[in-house]
């Protein structure tokens, strides 16, 4: 009961306009919202008509309440009332207004009523279950955006939210109870839970309502545990998608959401891991970190690496190499990101697998700690305020000092920001106290190295200008009339 009257509440809230002026049904930010497709109808097909509607409203209507009904006729009764919510109405519009609410109250009832009794999910209503599901959320979505610049970003736009939600989160719910039902055996409902019904379920996760894909999330992570046979498919849809997104539209409403149930599958991966787990990581996740719109779900990618790791600590070379091969130069925001993602596996990295991967990731680092983009170079530095890393830094720190060290000096000199040159200071600071004596060596070493692109750089300019000076010398020989060089470069 209480469940009944938090989704009542929950209705009651949503149907309000979310600005003023603003009716019911319309998107955000005035104009309505993309019309639905009007295809999906009662068994019959009759949907988007009207006389159809209207027989459907006055069926409902004729129906007696259910907790009211003999407890012999329940079911049959149940089954009626899932047959006449089989339908969905154009919420785009004032029409049927009445209709709407009484069928609006028909599947609140229907939730109470599952909610409440034992055993009402039986052989012969699943189809019908499934059916008034399948009728009410299976629909065409509108075109996504294809400007990634006019992406939707959570923390400064409004959710296109979906019209018909009051009615569709009743379904949503519903069918959420129909799932998770001890009484649903999985040997018989696979019949109407198939791949077909999963690829379509999977499609509306592009919803832009973030509410929807919550519930599309929930559901669909209750069906892998359930039904067995249907494990691998949606892992094949999932990989789909995601080739999708990565090689075509660099956009998908729901990418956050298929991740966040991968993380929770790929925590169930029995050990060994199988090649075909490992295949999806190099073929699905680790090319999903070049796609433009990753701050939209990298933090989700990121537990699912290190879910990875965790499974098998010496997939942290292969992450750590694909990290590398798509870590941006120009785009600072996904640099931090990676930075970010980078310090989480290197924590679950053993000692022999850092051995491996040090040297291209520390060259990568000391590129990151001269950045001219303070954010960039500050993010870098905070890597040794982590006590396991700097822990693997001193451990190998013949081969890394002279690495770093080079780079910090650079920012001590040449850097423009002040949080920065602090930070190259306290790092410093670490390196000498670790093992003076080689930060001695590091700095002479250091010091030659600069000493050596200073003379290089002054035979440069010393004989482009003697070149300059011999062309010259032999065009006022000549007496060619040309433009005369000057200076060196």
């Given at each position: 009961m209480k469940l009944i009257q938090s989704v009542k509440r929950r209705m009651g809230s949503d149907e309000k306009p979310t600005k003023p002026g603003q009716a019911p049904g319309s998107a955000p930010g005035g104009g309505s919202a993309p019309a639905k497709n009007k295809a999906q109808g009662s068994a019959g097909g009759a949907a988007g008509n009207n006389?159809?509607?209207?027989?459907?409203?006055?069926?409902?209507?004729?129906?007696?309440?259910l907790r009211e009904a003999p407890t012999g006729e329940r079911p049959e009764l149940?089954?009626?009332?899932?047959?006449?919510?089989?339908?969905?109405?154009?919420?785009?519009?004032?029409?049927?207004?009445?209709?709407?609410?009484?069928?609006?109250?028909t599947l609140l009832e229907i939730?109470?009523?599952?909610?409440?009794?034992?055993?009402?999910?039986?052989?012969?209503?699943?189809?019908?279950v499934v059916e008034m599901v399948s009728k009410n959320i299976f629909r065409t979505l509108?075109?996504?955006?294809?400007?990634?610049?006019?992406?939707?970003?959570?923390?400064?736009?409004?959710?296109?939210?979906?019209?018909?939600?009051?009615?569709?989160?009743i379904v949503y719910e519903f069918f959420l109870r129909f799932v998770v039902s001890n009484d649903v055996d999985p040997k018989i409902a696979?019949?109407?839970?198939?791949?077909?019904?999963?690829?379509?379920?999977?499609?509306?996760?592009?919803?832009?309502?973030?509410?929807?894909?919550?519930?599309?999330?929930?559901?669909?992570?209750?069906?892998?545990?359930k039904f067995m046979a249907l494990r691998a498919t949606i892992r094949k849809y999932i990989q789909n998608f995601f080739f999708k997104v990565i090689y075509e539209t660099d956009y998908h409403n729901g990418i956050a959401e298929l991740l966040e149930i991968l993380g929770s599958i790929i925590n169930g991966f029995a050990l060994p891991l199988k090649d075909e787990?490992?295949?999806?990581?190099?073929?699905?996740?680790?090319?999903?970190?070049?796609?433009?719109?990753?701050?939209?779900?990298?933090?989700?990618?990121?537990?699912?690496?290190?879910?990875?790791?965790?499974?098998?600590?010496k997939l942290a070379i292969h992450i750590l190499t694909g990290i590398l091969k798509f870590c941006p130069v120009t785009n600072t925001p996904k640099e931090v990101l990676f930075l970010n993602e980078a310090e989480e596996i290197l924590e679950l990295t053993q000692g022999s697998e850092f051995t491996?991967?040090?040297?291209?990731?520390?060259?990568?680092?000391?590129?990151?700690?001269?950045?001219?983009?303070?954010?960039?170079?500050?993010?870098?530095?905070?890597?040794?305020?982590?006590?396991?890393?700097?822990?693997?830094?001193?451990?190998?720190?013949?081969?890394?000092?002279?690495?770093?060290?080079?780079?910090?000096?650079?920012?001590?000199?040449?850097?423009?920001?002040?949080?920065?040159?602090?930070?190259?200071?306290?790092?410093?600071?670490?390196?000498?106290?670790a093992d003076p004596s080689l930060f001695d060596e590091c700095s002479i070493e250091h010091r030659k190295q600069e000493e050596e692109v200073t003379k290089h750089d002054t035979r440069r300019v010393t004989n482009w200008t003697k070149l300059i000076q011999d062309y010259n010398a032999a065009h006022s020989e000549k007496g060619w009339v040309e433009p005369v060089l000057e200076g060196a470069m």
């Open positions: 006389y159809g509607k209207s027989r459907a409203g006055s069926e409902i209507s004729t129906l007696g309440s149940f089954k009626k009332k899932l047959q006449a919510c089989s339908f969905m109405y154009d919420f785009n519009s004032n029409v049927d207004d009445k209709e709407k609410e009484l069928k609006r109250q939730v109470e009523y599952v909610n409440n009794t034992r055993n009402c999910f039986n052989e012969t209503i699943m189809a019908d509108p075109p996504t955006r294809t400007n990634i610049n006019a992406i939707y970003d959570p923390e400064e736009d409004e959710p296109m939210l979906e019209c018909s939600w009051p009615h569709l989160q696979k019949r109407q839970i198939d791949q077909k019904f999963v690829l379509k379920l999977l499609d509306l996760f592009d919803s832009e309502d973030p509410r929807e894909r919550d519930y599309l999330k929930t559901i669909l992570h209750r069906i892998y545990g787990h490992k295949n999806f990581l190099d073929k699905s996740l680790i090319p999903l970190h070049k796609v433009k719109t990753l701050n939209s779900f990298h933090q989700q990618l990121s537990y699912c690496m290190t879910q990875y790791v965790e499974k098998d600590p491996i991967m040090m040297l291209p990731l520390f060259y990568r680092i000391s590129n990151c700690i001269i950045s001219p983009h303070f954010q960039v170079a500050e993010r870098t530095l905070f890597l040794w305020n982590n006590d396991y890393i700097v822990k693997h830094i001193n451990f190998n720190r013949d081969k890394l000092f002279s690495i770093i060290s080079g780079a910090l000096y650079t920012n001590s000199k040449n850097h423009w920001n002040s949080t920065v040159h602090g930070l190259t200071y306290n790092v410093l600071k670490l390196l000498m106290e």
